[in-house]
């Protein structure tokens, strides 16, 4: 997904639908759980700009 660093609320409203939708997880570089709101913050924060999901309990 592309991301314009300036506009994260499409990120965050993307999180959720996928939250809702295929029971997504999401996790920091440290695989630390996050609320998908904070999907975005927690990638930049860390510099990787990566996220970590899971759908059921495969980490992808």
Known sequence: ????????????????????AYKATYYDQNLRQI??????????????NTGFMTFSDDLI
Not at 35 to 48: E, H, L, M, S, V
């Open 1 to 20: 997904m592309a991301v314009d660093p300036a506009d994260p609320p499409p990120v965050e409203r993307m999180a959720a639908k996928q939250a809702r």
């Open 35 to 48: 609320p998908p709101g904070q999907c975005f913050d927690a990638a930049i924060k860390d510099g990787t």
